[in-house]
């Protein structure tokens, strides 16, 4: 029995389309690429301080000296100050002051200082990113660092992680953020504008955003 094969459609297949979460908002939604163009094309991204680059190249070598580590920190001098005053604090906790940054790594070791010019350094570089209408950057900052102090003192009282390596990353979770208010504009009102209806930012991000502040 002779068989008549299918004819060949010569309809243009159809785009699969991702489906939108349940509940989204039919508002601004930008496509995945031009998300990725914009950002390929912002010219003036803010980037680390040579110095903080230099000192996290340095430690990769575990017979680096002293005086090679704080020769290096020392051309910075806005990044010294810095750290001396956050060595002073009370987030340390010393009990004798320390006025050099050699005294700061015999006390603290390498790795807290290593830590502590990165975190100077981003707080000084994304200092000067001027966020969009409704971003507090001081809010931010004490957002950040409350949530680096607490991945601290979970990683000193549970040993899962490094202390210094928790502050970090807790200092560091939503610099997302800031890029998306500053380079995004217009998707970061829809997303205030979710918050103001009462959804998660993560929510209202995801509705609007093809990538989240995190990636």
Known sequence: MKTTPCPKSTSTPERVRAV????????????????????EQVED????????????????????SIR??????????????????LVNSAFFGLRSRVDNISHAV???GFNTVRNAVLSVSVIKTFGGVKPGDGFSMADFWRHAVAVGITA?????????????NGFIAGLLHDMGK???????????????QGLARGISFYEAERDTSPMDHAR
Do not use: H
Request: charged letters at 30%; zero cysteines.
């Open 20 to 39: 939108p979460p349940q509940g989204a908002r039919k508002g601004f939604v930008m496509e995945r690429e031009a998300f990725i163009r914009r950002l």
């Open 45 to 64: 991204l803010p980037t680390l301080p040579s110095v903080a680059m230099e000192v996290n190249r340095l430690l990769e070598d575990e017979d680096v």
């Open 68 to 85: 090679k580590l704080t020769d290096t920190i020392e051309k910075d001098q806005s990044i010294v100050s810095k750290i001396l005053k």
């Open 106 to 108: 015999t006390l603290l």
């Open 152 to 164: 601290r003192f979970l990683g000193q009282q549970t040993r899962l992680a490094s202390p210094d």
């Open 178 to 192: 800031v890029v998306l208010s500053a380079f995004f504009p217009e998707i970061f009102r829809e997303v205030l």
